[in-house]
C-alpha cells in the first residue's frame, strides 16, 4: 500500500517510534462545505479506509433549487433541509463540525476554524458561492440574495410586511413603493423568483386584504442583458419572457443596476422607487483560493485541472461552485447542482484509490444532465442534450426531477403533498413573518466562548 507519509531516513528511536504510529494511522480527509459536492463526497467516502472531518457553517445540508419557493412561502424551511449530522449518523468514520473555517496553512497541512486547527491529509474545499455585488457590496443591505436559509426567510419576511405595510399605508406615494418589487438578474433564479412572487401577490394573497389590491403589486425583473436565461437557447428565452409577462411582471432587458439604496434601484436614468429589492444577479465563490494562496478568476473561482486539483496542490481537491473546473472543449463548467454532485463523487473515488495504493482514476468527466428552470404556474423550459421542452410538460417533468432529487422520503411526500394542494387552491401555507423582534442580549450565547482548543489532528486538548 502506498503511504500518505515518508519518514526522514535518519531519526533515533523515538522519532522512529512516533513515525510508525504516524503511518499506521489512516488518512486524514477534512471536507469543508456540506453542499451538493461535499455531502455527496463524504457520503461515498463512508466505507473507505480513511477518517473524514466534515466542516460546515451550518448544521443542516440545503436543497437550493427550490430555496426561492421558501423565500416565497410556497414551502417551509425544514421541507428542504436535513441536519448534516443525520445524514451521515451511520458512517462510522464520520464526524461532523460547525464552525466557520477562515483560513488553511497548507505548510503545517491544517485547517484554521477559529482558534482550532483540524489536520488533514487529504483536504477537499466545497464552500460554495455567496452573492456578487460586481464592487457594490453596499448594496446588499437593501437586496439581499438568496444562497442559506436565512436568506430565504428575510426575502419572505421582507415581502409579507410589505403588504401589511400597504395595508395601513394611506399615502398613495408611499402605497406604490410598498407595492412594487424588483428583482435584479435574469438568470433561473431570478425568473423563478420573479413567478413565484407574481403568483403570490396575484392568486395566494388576492383574498387576503380590505384596503389593497394584492393583484396590482408591481413585479420588476431587471436583466442587464439582451435575454432572460442567457444559457438556453433563444427561442426558450423569449417563451420565458413571454410567460412571465403574462403573469403581469414587468421584464426589463438590457438595463445594468448603477444604484441601489433603501428606495429602490436605479436603472440608468430611471429610479424605481421599491419597497423590496430581491438580488440574483450574479454571485462570487468563497475566499478559497485565498486560503490557499493561489490566483483566483474574477468571481474568486480557484482554477483546477482534469483531476480538480489546483496547481502545485497534490493533496487538495476543490470542486463545486468554488471551482473553476473546464470541460474537454475547455468550456467553464456551470455551478449547478448536478456538476457538483458528479465532482463530489469523483473526489472520493480518488480518494479512495489513493488510500487503497490503486491507480487514481481518469479525469473528470462531466455527463450533462441539461437545465430546468420554471416560469410560474405551469410553465417552465427544460433542455437536455438536442431535447428542447417547454410548456406545461416541462413543469410536470421539472416537479418530478426536483421532488426525485430530494434526499429523504418523508421531505418527498410533504413537498409533492404541499404541490398537490398549492395546485388546486392556490394556497401557499408558510405565509410566516419571522426574525421582527430583536433577541434580548442575555440569549446572544457565543457558542465558541467555551470551546477548547484543538490539536493539529483535531482533538480536543487536555
Known amino acids: 500500500m502506498t503511504s500518505f507519509f515518508t519518514a526522514p531516513a535518519k531519526q533515533d528511536q523515538t522519532h522512529l517510534a512516533s513515525d510508525r504510529k504516524v503511518e499506521d494511522r489512516r488518512p486524514r480527509v477534512v471536507i469543508v462545505g456540506a453542499g451538493f459536492g461535499g455531502l455527496t463526497a463524504a457520503r461515498n467516502l463512508a466505507k473507505a479506509s480513511v477518517d473524514v472531518t466534515l466542516i460546515d457553517r451550518e448544521n443542516h445540508h440545503l436543497f437550493q433549487p427550490l430555496l426561492y419557493q421558501v423565500a416565497t412561502a410556497g414551502l417551509s424551511p425544514a421541507d428542504i433541509a436535513w441536519p448534516i449530522r443525520r445524514l451521515v449518523r451511520r458512517q462510522k468514520n464520520t464526524r461532523v463540525l460547525l464552525g466557520d473555517v477562515t483560513g488553511v496553512d497548507r505548510a503545517r497541512k491544517c485547517v484554521i476554524l477559529g482558534d482550532r486547527e483540524i489536520g488533514y491529509d487529504i483536504l477537499v474545499l466545497a464552500t460554495g458561492a455567496a452573492h456578487g455585488y460586481f464592487g457594490n457590496d453596499n448594496w446588499a443591505a437593501y437586496a439581499p440574495g438568496l444562497k442559506a436559509i436565512d436568506d430565504a426567510t428575510e426575502i419572505r419576511r421582507r415581502l409579507l410586511l410589505a403588504f401589511e405595510r400597504a395595508e395601513m399605508e394611506r399615502d398613495p406615494e408611499k402605497h406604490r413603493r410598498l407595492l412594487t418589487i424588483v428583482i435584479v438578474g435574469g438568470g433561473p433564479t431570478g425568473v423563478e423568483m420573479a413567478g413565484a412572487v407574481a403568483e403570490l401577490a396575484r392568486k395566494a394573497l388576492a383574498a387576503d386584504f380590505r384596503a389593497i389590491d394584492p393583484g396590482k403589486t408591481h413585479v420588476v425583473l431587471v436583466e442587464a442583458g439582451p435575454r432572460l436565461l442567457a444559457s438556453f437557447p433563444e427561442h426558450l428565452s423569449r417563451y420565458a419572457a413571454d410567460a412571465l409577462a403574462r403573469l403581469g411582471v414587468d421584464v426589463r432587458l438590457g438595463c ?207
Open 256 to 462: 445594468a443596476v448603477t444604484d441601489c439604496d433603501a428606495a429602490g434601484v436605479t436603472l440608468g436614468d430611471e429610479t424605481v422607487l421599491a419597497a423590496t429589492v430581491i438580488w440574483a444577479a450574479g454571485v462570487k465563490a468563497s475566499p478559497a483560493a485565498d486560503w490557499l494562496g493561489l490566483e483566483a478568476d474574477r468571481a474568486g473561482h480557484v482554477p483546477v485541472g482534469p483531476t480538480l486539483k489546483p496547481p502545485g496542490a497534490e493533496d487538495v481537491f476543490v470542486i463545486g461552485d468554488t471551482a473553476l473546473a473546464r470541460d474537454a472543449a475547455g468550456a467553464a463548467l456551470p455551478g449547478i447542482a448536478p456538476v457538483a454532485k458528479q465532482q463530489g463523487a469523483y473526489v472520493a473515488d480518488a480518494i479512495k484509490a489513493r488510500a487503497a495504493g490503486k491507480a487514481a482514476p481518469p479525469p473528470f468527466h462531466y455527463r450533462d444532465r441539461g437545465q430546468l428552470a420554471t416560469v410560474g404556474r405551469q410553465a417552465a423550459v427544460i433542455v437536455y442534450k438536442s431535447l428542447r421542452i417547454k410548456g406545461r410538460l416541462a413543469w410536470w417533468i421539472w416537479g418530478v426531477a426536483h421532488i426525485y432529487f430530494l434526499i429523504s422520503l418523508r421531505n418527498r411526500l410533504l413537498v409533492t403533498t404541499q404541490w398537490l394542494w398549492s395546485y388546486v387552491t392556490f394556497e401557499r401555507g408558510a405565509r410566516l413573518i419571522t426574525g421582527t423582534r430583536a433577541r434580548p442580549e442575555s440569549d446572544q450565547t457565543d457558542t465558541h466562548t467555551n470551546n477548547a482548543p484543538l490539536s493539529d489532528d483535531g482533538q480536543e486538548a487536555a
